[in-house]
């Protein structure tokens, strides 16, 4: 067992503490200052991808931050979290590439063979589509609580899924500005999950 073995391990403990235990925004910010960059870049390996990798950086400390009373110190903080960013972006590339299926993979037996072409399922099944729709209500309703500026530019980005261009196109806006007010209504974001986090 790693048990807080090292200075690091246990300086996060008391920041995952102060946070978990007593809402400390400073502790949530600071946690996010430690590992923002190491999180960015292991997902940008995982993805190839700047965008999804920032998208999966934010949705990794949004996961974590909300299950932080499911944190155990039987392993070092940072373990814990690259573990949550690991298994979400594994899930995010299954997702991106689940109809993909290598013509390898179909047999060409006849009919008669009664054989079943491994194609993936893209048919949710019923516990995933009540899951999916509390998500979407849930984070609808964390979105109606930004300001109508950073909401409109959510919405598009998430709900719509337009790209930066398309984003910046849209609202007239130079592209860093669009990057600059998503980051500042992802923090926002994440600021009011922590505050309603017994609702998660």
């Not at 390996?45 to 950086?57: G, V």
């Not at 392993?75 to 960013?85: D, P």
């Not at 037996?109 to 048919?123: G, K």
Request: hydrophobic share 35%.
């Amino acid at each position: 067992m790693e048990r807080l073995s090292t200075e690091k391990a246990r300086r996060d403990y008391q920041l995952v503490c102060a946070a978990r235990d007593r809402g400390d925004q400073r502790a949530y910010a600071d946690l996010m200052q430690l590992y923002r960059t190491p999180l960015y870049m292991m997902l940008l390996k995982m993805t190839n991808s700047p965008t999804e990798a920032d998208d999966l950086t934010i949705e990794t400390f949004g996961k974590a931050f909300c299950s932080l009373h499911l944190y155990s110190p039987t392993h070092a903080f940072s373990t814990w979290l690259f573990s949550i960013a690991s298994n979400n972006c594994i899930d995010h590339i299954r997702r991106r590439h689940m109809h993909t299926v290598p013509l390898s993979d179909i047999s060409s037996r006849s009919e008669d063979d009664s054989y079943e072409y491994p194609l993936p399922a893209d048919v949710p099944t019923p516990e995933e589509e009540v899951m999916t729709a509390q998500r979407a209500r849930l984070l609808r309703e964390l979105v109606a609580q930004l300001k109508p500026r950073y909401r409109k530019i959510v919405e598009m980005r998430y709900f719509d899924e337009l790209s930066y261009e398309e984003i910046a196109e849209k609202l007239s806006l130079p592209m860093g500005t669009v990057k600059v007010q998503l980051m500042r209504a992802r923090n926002l974001l994440a600021s009011i999950m922590r505050e309603q986090e017994s609702q998660f």
